[in-house]
């Protein structure tokens, strides 16, 4: 398994058939499958894979923090004839569940081929057979999997997993001068919270963010060691002079699951502290990325440091990489301002500054994360909750529709769709992971 393929996978407990067993199978369970993983190289991520499984496996209950103790025999081997005695279980369906978890950890049909040769040492002809069934089902994805439903939901995480690992990778660099709403932005695409505190002003380094292969709610976060199950204080709480690396599911506006890496940037403003603005032009020269999204922010548009830096992603970078995000449009006053002759008036000037013919999208970042917020798991705090009426009462009028600025047009199926589109955010991704047109 290569290391990024363990950070970008996802594992799901909710469903699990050991949610409801007996503690002392759980731990016989848990213990099983450290040992037939002893022979298989054990990299970072799958020791933090086995500590997920511990935590769900170990709990005296589905809500306590009190854990069951562990076997204190480790030592014990293949060799040794008790585990037959011992783990009878493994004459019954628990057996199947094995196998699958074991391929969720490691993410490999070779190394578990090789697994499957010491479980076969402990079972009957009849289950081998089974096994052998069960096996040939995880390598081939969307097989039927009647026989075994017990294990569905492990079978097709390991197909999503699996599925998701050969698709090909989507890097996207996020640059902006300060208070363009780069922060904002990214969490509208991730469709979570999930920048750091004050990352702007902080950050002297860039910060990684991978889209997982299916919603299992957590996060997995990289700086020093690795967390499976950060929380936000646990990334606000790293360090700002390295690089961190965040693994979550992307609630993206399409149905297809696309591998997705957002490099966020420091910020520009070498007023604050000009290693910023080095460590960007350095990672936009050496990345190997898809697409360079710039935000502007549309009510303060050519400072000199800015024209300064547009002009140097010019001459440093292929136009059509390059992608421009004019936010913040929500602030404007249609009486007195014009969405409209703002788009040309950027479009003329990033023209004079040597781009042909630039891609300009608008777009409320802020609106675009208010929206998958209420969607996908409706939290809102107070101030969200009335901002949210706002902005939607404000992007229901024509005037502030910014699909009309955008050439590919789409049909809205339902308010949230409409919503989306109207604000930006439903254009832009489809920009973005189809490829820009």
Not at 204 to 231: G, Q, R
Not at 252 to 274: F, H, Q, W, Y
Request: hydrophobic share 35%; with cysteine.
């Amino acid at each position: 398994m290569e290391l990024m393929d363990g950070f970008i996978s996802s594992l799901d407990f909710s469903n699990h058939p050991m949610k409801n067993a007996k503690y002392k199978i759980k731990e016989q369970y848990y213990y099983l499958l450290n040992l037939f993983i002893e022979g298989v190289h054990v990299d970072n991520y799958r020791l933090r894979r086995l500590k997920q499984y511990e935590n769900f496996l170990m709990r005296k209950d589905n809500k306590s923090n009190e854990y069951i103790t562990p076997l204190e025999n480790s030592k014990i081997s293949f060799s040794n004839k008790t585990i037959i005695s011992k783990y009878k279980f493994l004459r019954k369906k628990y057996k199947y569940c094995m196998l699958c978890d074991l391929a969720l950890i490691l993410l490999n049909d070779k190394e578990i081929e090789n697994i499957l040769q010491d479980i076969y040492k402990y079972v009957s002809s009849y289950r081998k057979n089974q096994l052998e069934k069960l096996y040939k089902i995880l390598i081939k994805p969307n097989s039927k999997t009647n026989k075994f439903s017990f294990v569905s939901n492990i079978i097709e995480q390991y197909w999503k997993n699996k599925e998701f690992i050969k698709k090909k990778e989507v890097k996207i660099i996020v640059t902006a001068n300060m208070s363009a709403g780069k922060s904002t932005l990214i969490n509208a695409l991730v469709g979570k919270k999930i920048t750091r505190t004050a990352q702007e002003v902080c950050t002297t380094n860039n910060y990684y963010i991978f889209n997982k292969a299916f919603e299992d709610n957590k996060m997995y976060l990289e700086e020093s060691n690795l967390i499976v199950d950060a929380k936000k204080e646990d990334l606000d709480k790293c360090k700002y002079d390295t690089s961190i690396s965040v693994a979550t599911f992307f609630r993206k506006l399409n149905n297809d699951i696309e591998r997705v890496c957002i490099v966020d940037t420091p910020g520009v403003n070498s007023a604050m502290n000009k290693i910023h603005g080095k460590i960007t032009k350095e990672t936009i020269k050496k990345e190997n990325y898809d697409i360079l999204l710039y935000i502007l922010n549309a009510n303060k548009l050519g400072t000199d440091e800015e024209i300064a830096y547009l002009k140097w992603i010019a001459k440093n970078v292929q136009n059509k990489k390059v992608l421009f995000v004019l936010n913040k449009l929500d602030t404007f006053h249609t009486e007195e301002d014009s969405i409209k002759d703002s788009i040309n008036g950027v479009k003329n000037d990033l023209i004079s500054l040597g781009y042909e013919d630039p891609i300009i999208c608008p777009l409320s970042a802020y609106y675009a994360f208010l929206l998958k917020k209420k969607y996908y798991d409706n939290s809102f705090t107070e101030d969200e909750e009335d901002e949210y009426y706002i902005y939607t009462k404000k992007f229901k009028k024509d005037e502030y529709d910014l699909s009309k600025y955008y050439k590919e047009k789409y049909k809205a199926i339902n308010e949230f769709n409409s919503m989306s589109i109207k604000c930006g955010i439903y254009n832009l991704e489809r920009m973005i992971y189809g490829g820009i047109k």
